[in-house]
């Protein structure tokens, strides 16, 4: 027995055999009907409460708003205040943001509703968006990285290794993993790369601000059996495989990925930290007064919110800041 998105890839794996893992992924999370998150849209279950087995809204939720506000006010100052100012959010899920982000023309962009803009100037925010896209999986076998790819036997999903990975997922690799090592898996986010890309094309000036789960080239040793996470955010890759469509499935992101795309895109590295540092940088100026100040017993409540931000994400979650170059100012260059 499997579930509905479950019966569609077992379904499509009976007819063409094993599918890659972004194929398992899209549909696990983001098929019309069955997937996760489209659930979320319907379901009175809230899977995206589920998501934050972590952290839900109810734990961040007003402060992470308010002090995203802040870190952003604090960069439209920096370009001068102009008159034309967007706030993009991509994977915006319901909106949470929305209250905070309220001063300035915000679009939030997710699965069915709200674009990039085709040109804007202000800055592109994401929380929790760049991991939740499909990757590709790879394991490194005898001097090649070859695809994991999803098969279903004994009414079961399960791992099974296939050919070579595609030119694309092999450049991926060796360009943003140290070299590889026996037996580890890997995993790629091309689409990561491509929503790099539009930003770049799409931002005339201003900045890109991801928050998200992740770690750099170098810090990546530590994952040999990569990063992908069920919803309960257990390190077991079996599990990710389990009821598709009614868990969350991630992948750390590659920041050192985003932010070499990026500067080939024109978007330049600002700062790379944790969000406890981000937090920090914006709350001192005021001890958190904006983000704290209200009747007593809300007070308390988002004393504690602060808390989760400092201690429980702070130190997990990192902030890429990156800057749209300005026209005339070296950054544009080819990947190829
Ligand atoms: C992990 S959730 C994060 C939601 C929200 N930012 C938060 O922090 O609670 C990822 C979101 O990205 C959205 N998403 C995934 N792929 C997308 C795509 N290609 N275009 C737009 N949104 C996408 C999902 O629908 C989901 O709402």
Redesign the pocket.
């Known amino acids: 027995m499997t579930t509905p998105a479950g019966e569609l890839l077992a379904g499509e794996i009976r007819r063409n055999g094993p599918v890659s893992f972004r194929r398992f992924m899209e549909v696990a999370l983001?098929h019309a009907e069955h997937g996760y998150?489209r659930r979320a849209q319907r379901a009175p279950s809230d899977p995206?409460g589920k998501?934050g087995d972590f952290f839900t809204?109810e734990q961040i939720q007003p402060v992470f708003g308010i002090l995203m506000a802040a870190r952003i006010r604090q960069l439209y100052r920096e370009m001068g205040e102009p008159r034309e100012f967007t706030v993009v959010e991509?994977?915006?899920?319901?909106r949470?943001m929305a209250e905070a982000f309220s001063e300035w023309r915000y679009i939030p962009?997710?699965?069915d509703s709200g674009r990039l803009p085709e040109k804007f100037r202000g800055v592109v925010f994401?929380?929790?968006?760049f991991?939740?896209?499909p990757v590709e999986v790879a394991v490194y076998r005898d001097g090649a990285f070859l695809e994991q790819r999803v098969a279903f036997e004994d009414g079961r999903f399960r791992w099974q290794t296939g050919g070579a990975v595609h030119e694309e997922v092999e450049q991926y690799l060796r360009r943003w993993f140290p070299p590889p090592e026996e037996g580890r898996w890997y995993e790629a986010n091309l689409?990561a790369l491509g929503w790099m890309e539009r930003i770049g094309r799409a931002l005339e000036s201003g900045y890109a601000l991801t928050v998200d789960y992740g770690y750099t080239r170098a810090e990546s040793v530590r994952f040999p059996a990569g990063t992908l996470m069920g919803y309960r955010r257990h390190m077991a890759r079996e599990d990710v495989l389990e009821d598709p469509g009614e868990r969350?499935i991630t992948a750390h992101v590659n920041f050192t990925a985003l932010e070499e795309c990026g500067a080939a895109c024109g978007l330049r590295r600002e700062r790379f930290e944790t969000l406890a540092r981000t937090i920090v940088t914006v709350g001192e100026g005021d001890q958190f007064a904006a983000a704290l100040n209200s009747a007593p017993a809300e007070e308390l409540r988002r004393r504690m919110q602060l808390k989760t931000l400092l201690f429980g994400m702070g130190e997990t979650y990192r902030v890429l800041l990156q800057r749209r170059e300005r026209a005339g100012e070296p950054g544009e260059k080819s990947l190829k």
């Open positions: 983001y998150y995206f998501h809204a991509l994977g915006a899920g319901r949470e962009v997710d699965l994401s929380n929790e968006f991991d939740a896209l689409e969350d």
